[in-house]
């Protein structure tokens, strides 16, 4: 039987890497995504079906023998609670066997309602998941390795410091986008995957960091205690109360600092990173590598 994925948001950072994986692979592959973006996919080979991403009839026709549909979409509840419940649907009524949704965060299942509305809205369209007639896998990868790059109070190149909420013991979970997006293609290839799969390519506590930190940078980091879990939560609660326009915007400020209570308070485990033995893993030391050239 042919093979053929269909990802939904393939222009997108995260999905543009995921087509290039199954690309990699040798995979059949159908992106849904944004007029505008269609040529550069075209260019590389892919087939490209151009379809009215709110239209439950339209999407169902356009993933008629389609074995996997992957989400990449980001978004606020229109996107990752309505837009993603349309392609259900649609998955369901086209009789596809298996859907990726799009929880490429943290520990979606040991997050408390309320301390992350990224997560919240993942939680809610969980529950629509489970209860749809299709083999769903969540995909649950830490933070993004890049943002170690981004100069944040986590690893702040210009005062030279590693901060930390809660216990500097506790290891935080990133794995880098192309490791992500390799994983995730094949993943969408397995038809065994169960309800969720855990990888950290880095899982690393503020002291190791540091040390790493020093190492590439030449310089040293000093730790920085930037409060205790339960401070960071009740700032988050005060930042949002203050800042309701913040509700739709994706990346407004309390949302940021959300994600550091989401980091230092959940860890992934059992991990899956050995499910595919051919996959390698990029390190923090790689990463920082970067900055260093």
Same mark, same amino acid.
């Given at each position: 039987?042919?093979? $053929?994925? *269909?990802?939904?948001? %393939?222009?997108?950072? !995260?999905?543009?890497?995921? /087509? #290039? +994986?199954? &690309?990699?692979?040798?995979?059949?592959?159908?992106?849904?995504?944004?007029?505008?973006?269609?040529?550069?996919?075209?260019?590389?080979?892919?087939?490209?079906?151009?379809?009215?991403?709110?239209?439950?009839?339209?999407?169902?026709?356009?993933?008629?023998?389609?074995?996997?549909?992957?989400?990449?979409?980001?978004?606020? $509840?229109? *996107?990752?609670?309505? %837009?993603?419940?349309? !392609?259900?649907?649609?998955? /369901? #009524? +086209?009789? &596809?066997?298996?859907?990726?949704?799009?929880?490429?965060?943290?520990?979606?299942?040991?997050?408390?309602?309320?301390?992350?509305?990224?997560?919240?809205?993942?939680?809610?369209?969980?529950?629509?998941?489970?209860?749809?007639?299709?083999?769903?896998?969540?995909?649950?990868?830490?933070?993004?390795?890049?943002?170690?790059?981004?100069? *944040?109070?986590?690893?702040?190149?210009?005062?030279?410091?590693?901060?930390?909420?809660?216990?500097?013991?506790?290891?935080?979970?990133?794995?880098?986008?192309?490791?992500?997006?390799?994983?995730?293609?094949?993943?969408?290839?397995?038809?065994?995957?169960?309800?969720?799969?855990?990888?950290?390519?880095?899982?690393?506590?503020?002291?190791?960091?540091?040390?790493?930190?020093?190492?590439?940078?030449?310089?040293?980091?000093?730790?920085?205690?930037?409060?205790?879990?339960?401070?960071?939560?009740?700032?988050?609660?005060?930042?949002?109360?203050?800042?309701?326009?913040?509700?739709?915007?994706?990346?407004?400020?309390?949302?940021?600092?959300?994600?550091?209570?989401?980091?230092?308070?959940?860890?992934?485990?059992?991990?899956?990173?050995?499910?595919?033995?051919?996959?390698?893993?990029?390190?923090?030391?790689?990463?920082?590598?970067?900055?260093?050239?």
């Amino acid at each position: 039987m042919n093979t $053929r994925i *269909t990802v939904a948001g %393939a222009t997108g950072n !995260l999905g543009g890497r995921i /087509v #290039a +994986a199954l &690309v990699e692979q040798g995979t059949d592959v159908r992106p849904g995504t944004a007029q505008d973006k269609l040529e550069k996919l075209r260019q590389q080979g892919i087939e490209v079906v151009e379809v009215e991403m709110s239209s439950v009839s339209d999407l169902t026709h356009a993933l008629e023998g389609t074995t996997c549909v992957v989400s990449a979409l980001q978004g606020l $509840r229109d *996107t990752i609670v309505e %837009a993603q419940s349309t !392609l259900l649907e649609a998955a /369901v #009524a +086209a009789k &596809v066997p298996r859907l990726i949704p799009s929880d490429f965060f943290s520990d979606l299942t040991k997050s408390p309602i309320g301390e992350n509305r990224n997560f919240d809205l993942r939680h809610e369209f969980a529950e629509r998941l489970d209860k749809a007639n299709i083999q769903v896998t969540s995909i649950l990868n830490g933070a993004f390795g890049e943002i170690l790059t981004y100069g *944040t109070p986590i690893l702040d190149f210009k005062a030279k410091t590693v901060g930390f909420w809660g216990s500097d013991g506790h290891c935080v979970d990133f794995t880098t986008m192309d490791d992500t997006a390799a994983f995730t293609a094949l993943a969408a290839l397995d038809a065994s995957m169960p309800r969720h799969l855990r990888i950290a390519g880095i899982q690393i506590n503020p002291t190791e960091l540091a040390a790493v930190a020093e190492v590439v940078m030449k310089t040293p980091f000093q730790l920085t205690n930037m409060g205790s879990l339960e401070e960071l939560s009740a700032h988050n609660k005060r930042e949002r109360a203050a800042h309701p326009e913040g509700e739709t915007e994706l990346y407004t400020s309390w949302q940021m600092t959300q994600y550091n209570y989401s980091m230092f308070s959940t860890s992934l485990e059992p991990l899956d990173n050995g499910r595919y033995p051919q996959l390698g893993w990029t390190t923090a030391s790689d990463v920082l590598s970067t900055l260093a050239k």
